[in-house]
C-alpha cells in the first residue's frame, strides 16, 4: 500500500505556499519523527517537511531551527529552514503536531564509504565541532537534548529501568545488553574526565551524510546537537562509517584511519592521550539502548525489536575486535 500524503501536501500548500505535487517518506522505521520529501511539478525533490514526534518540545525546536542557521552561516552543509506564509518557523496541523520545512539537500545517503569520503566526513565533523560555543551560538538552556549524552555513565541503574520499562515485551533482547553495561564501565574512566566543551551532532552515520561527484553535499538529522564530548560523535562516526556494511560492524582499518585522519586535519586540534583512550568505550556509550528514542518509536508505533537488536549486534562485533581496534588506535594516537 501507498502511503498517503494528502495531509503533508495540504500543509505544504497552505501554510507554507509551496507548489508542491507528490511527496516520498524519508527516514523508514529507523526513525520516530515523520519525514517526507517534497517534488515539483517536474517530480524533482525539493523541500523536506518534518514532524519531529521524537522530541516536539517547542523551546527544543526553537533551538533545533536557530542551530541549523547558524551552522549553515558557518559553511556546514546542513539545510536552511523555510518560514511559513505568515513568517512564523514553524506550522502545526490539525492534530497540534509542530511542523518544519527545510530546503532539500543534492546528493545521496553513504551508504558505501569510499576512503576519500571517509576522510571528508570525517573533516565535515571536525568543521562541526570548530563551531564557536562562546558568542553568536544558539542558547540552550531548556533546550538540551531529550537524553543526556552520558546517562549510562552518571544514572545507569536509572537508565536501565527507563529503558526496562519500555522495553518489557523484549526483555531476553534487553538483558543481553548489560554484559555491555558493564564492560562501558569497567573501561569508561577516559570517557568520564572528558568535558562537553564542543558543538556535536549526536548521531552520526551514513544515513544522515549525503553525497554527490566524489563530495559530502548534506549533514543530516540534527535531532540530537547538543554540547558534548567531541570523541562521542568521532567514536560514532568511527563505528558506522568504518564497517563493512550495514548490520556488518566488522571495522576497515583503512576506513578508520581515514575518518580520523579528515577528522584531524588543521585547524583541528589533534585528539589528546585522553581522547584516544575514551574512543572505545565511546563507541560501547553509543550502542546503548536510548530510553527516550525506544519511547518515540512506540508512541509511533514502530517496533521495537529492530531498535535493540541492531545496536545489540554492534556491540558484540566490537567486543570481538576490541584488541584488534585498541591497537590500531594506540597505532594512530603515536603518530
Known amino acids: 500500500m501507498n502511503p498517503d500524503f494528502t495531509a503533508e501536501l495540504a500543509l505544504a500548500r497552505e501554510a ?13 522505521g529507523a526513525t520516530a519523527n515523520r519525514v517526507v520529501a517534497l517534488t515539483n511539478a517536474a517530480g524533482q525533490a525539493r523541500w523536506v517537511l518534518r514532524c519531529p514526534l521524537r522530541d516536539p518540545r517547542p523551546a527544543r525546536l526553537d533551538f533545533l531551527l536557530a542551530f ?11 539545510a536552511v529552514p523555510l518560514p511559513t506564509v505568515d513568517g512564523r518557523e514553524r506550522a502545526v496541523d490539525t492534530d497540534g503536531r509542530p511542523w518544519v520545512l527545510l530546503e532539500y539537500l543534492p546528493g545521496r545517503p553513504l551508504t558505501t564509504v569510499t576512503i576519500p569520503l571517509a576522510w571528508q566526513a570525517g573533516h ?3 568543521a562541526l565541532h570548530h563551531l564557536p560555543t562562546n558568542h553568536g551560538t544558539p542558547q540552550q538552556g531548556a533546550a538540551e537534548p531529550d537524553s543526556p549524552w552520558d546517562a549510562w555513565l552518571t544514572a545507569p541503574e536509572r537508565t536501565w529501568q527507563a529503558a526496562a520499562d519500555i522495553a518489557a515485551p523484549h ?18 574512566s577516559p570517557l568520564e574526565e572528558l568535558q562537553a566543551a564542543q558543538w556535536g551532532h549526536g548521531d552520526v552515520h ?12 548534506g549533514l543530516l538529522d540534527l535531532d540530537g546537537a547538543g554540547l558534548r564530548p567531541r570523541t562521542t560523535d568521532v567514536a560514532t562516526a568511527v563505528l558506522m562509517l568504518a564497517r563493512t556494511g550495514s548490520g556488518d560492524y566488522r571495522l576497515q582499518p583503512d ?5 580520523l585522519a579528515g ?10 592521550p585522553t581522547e584516544w583512550a575514551a574512543l572505545w568505550p565511546a563507541m560501547v556509550l553509543s550502542q546503548l539502548p536510548d530510553p527516550h528514542h525506544l519511547a518515540a518509536l512506540r508512541r509511533a508505533g514502530r517496533p521495537l525489536a529492530p531498535a535493540l537488536a541492531r ?3 554492534a556491540l558484540q562485533a566490537l567486543h570481538r575486535q576490541r584488541a584488534a581496534l585498541l591497537l590500531l588506535l594506540t597505532a594512530g594516537s603515536t603518530r
Not at 576506513?255 to 575518518?259: D, F, I, K, Q, S
Open 206 to 217: 551514513g544515513h544522515n551524510l549525503l553525497h554527490e561527484d566524489g563530495q559530502i553535499t
Open 68 to 78: 541549523h542557521h547558524f551552522a549553515h552561516a558557518h559553511g556546514l552543509p546542513v
Open 263 to 272: 577528522y584531524q586535519q588543521p585547524p583541528t586540534a589533534p585528539l589528546t
Open 255 to 259: 576506513l578508520v584511519r581515514a575518518v
Open 311 to 313: 545496536p545489540l549486534a
Open 171 to 188: 526483555p531476553a533482547l534487553l538483558a543481553a545488553y548489560r554484559p555491555y553495561l558493564d564492560l562501558l564501565h569497567q573501561h569508561a
Open 124 to 126: 565535515h565533523l571536525a
Open 16 to 28: 507554507f505556499g509551496l507548489p508542491a505535487h507528490g511527496a516520498r517518506l524519508l527516514g523508514g
